[in-house]
């Protein structure tokens, strides 16, 4: 059997590469479009109103003012 570089072990007549740590894994992209799609949804269900500034409203009168005769 042949010495087994560093970074992989021997397994059922294969060498393999050791395992990496799980704690750095990063965010797939399925994770980030269901991120996404989340907030979207979000948006649509209770709005992003205090988000961005409305304009001030000016009053309208619902009825016309009659003109004076």
Same mark, same amino acid.
């Given at each position: 059997?042949?010495?087994? !570089? ?11 590469? @050791? !395992?990496?740590?799980? +704690?750095?894994?990063?965010?797939? +992209? $399925? ?6 799609? +989340?907030? $979207?949804? $979000? ?15 000016? #009053? @309208? #009168?619902?009825?016309?003012? #009659?003109?004076?005769?």
């Amino acid at each position: 059997m042949a010495k087994v !570089p560093d970074g992989f072990h021997y397994v059922r007549g294969h060498i393999r590469r @050791n !395992p990496k740590s799980r +704690g750095a894994k990063r965010m797939s +992209g $399925w994770m980030i479009a269901g991120l996404l799609a +989340g907030a $979207w949804l $979000w948006g649509q269900v209770f709005g992003f109103d205090a988000a961005t500034p409305s304009a001030p409203s000016e #009053p @309208n #009168p619902a009825v016309s003012t #009659p003109a004076d005769r």
